[in-house]
């Protein structure tokens, strides 16, 4: 069952405001959602963005890789990437995955996307710490909390329809705004 989109005419104005200055000033943007663990709701969380996308009406390529850095890079995936959105977890081990991940991206060539990334962390219920200083956004909901109560293929989707908090740092990191 797939879950419906965010009705129209519900885009936060700041969100639309933001989308139309990306929209200006390039053709196209691309977002590689990068996940640091197979489990996590990845193609999900790149669907729900390319749809947010479509209803800004901003051209955005958007692919999905992980968790094999090498074999990401082979298969050319982040070659020309603007946006880079690693998927990960609450906690220690989440933290520790990341920066495993940036420490690669600097020893590779790609220390502007290993700088500048937005961090999503699945968020399990439990505390979310704030680590260092990349972007950070929480995802609204479990993603296995909401899988085993409402039996949906794609809960994560479905609860997350109302939230713009990530396409909104995508848009802020495309724009400058979200660069330390």
């Given at each position: 069952?797939?879950?419906?989109?965010?009705?129209?005419g519900t885009?936060?104005a700041e969100v639309?405001?933001?989308?139309?200055?990306?929209?200006?000033g390039?053709?196209?943007?691309?977002?590689?959602?990068?996940?640091l663990?197979?489990?996590?709701p990845?193609?999900?969380i790149?669907?729900?963005?390319a749809?947010?996308f479509?209803?800004?009406?901003?051209?955005?390529?958007?692919?999905?890789?992980?968790?094999?850095?090498?074999?990401?890079?082979?298969?050319?995936?982040?070659?020309?990437?603007d946006?880079l959105?690693?998927i990960g977890?609450t906690?220690a081990?989440g933290e520790?995955?990341?920066?495993?991940?940036?420490?690669?991206l600097?020893?590779?060539?790609?220390?502007?996307?290993?700088?500048n990334l937005?961090?999503?962390?699945?968020?399990?219920g439990?505390p979310?710490?704030n680590p260092?200083s990349?972007?950070?956004?929480v995802l609204?909901r479990s993603?296995?909390?909401?899988?085993?109560?409402?039996?949906l293929?794609?809960?994560w989707a479905?609860?997350?329809r109302?939230?713009?908090?990530?396409?909104t740092?995508?848009?802020d990191?495309?724009?400058g705004?979200g660069?330390?």
């Amino acid at each position: 069952m797939r879950a419906p989109k965010t009705p129209a005419g519900t885009v936060p104005a700041e969100v639309a405001a933001r989308a139309s200055q990306v929209a200006a000033g390039r053709d196209s943007l691309s977002v590689l959602v990068f996940t640091l663990s197979t489990h996590l709701p990845f193609f999900e969380i790149a669907e729900h963005l390319a749809e947010q996308f479509g209803e800004l009406d901003v051209r955005a390529e958007i692919s999905t890789a992980g968790p094999q850095r090498v074999q990401s890079v082979l298969d050319g995936k982040f070659n020309g990437v603007d946006v880079l959105v690693v998927i990960g977890e609450t906690g220690a081990d989440g933290e520790d995955q990341l920066m495993e991940l940036v420490q690669w991206l600097l020893a590779n060539g790609r220390q502007q996307l290993a700088e500048n990334l937005i961090f999503a962390v699945v968020d399990d219920g439990g505390p979310v710490g704030n680590p260092v200083s990349f972007n950070h956004v929480v995802l609204p909901r479990s993603y296995f909390a909401r899988t085993q109560q409402s039996g949906l293929r794609l809960p994560w989707a479905a609860s997350a329809r109302e939230s713009w908090e990530l396409v909104t740092a995508v848009l802020d990191y495309s724009l400058g705004l979200g660069a330390e």
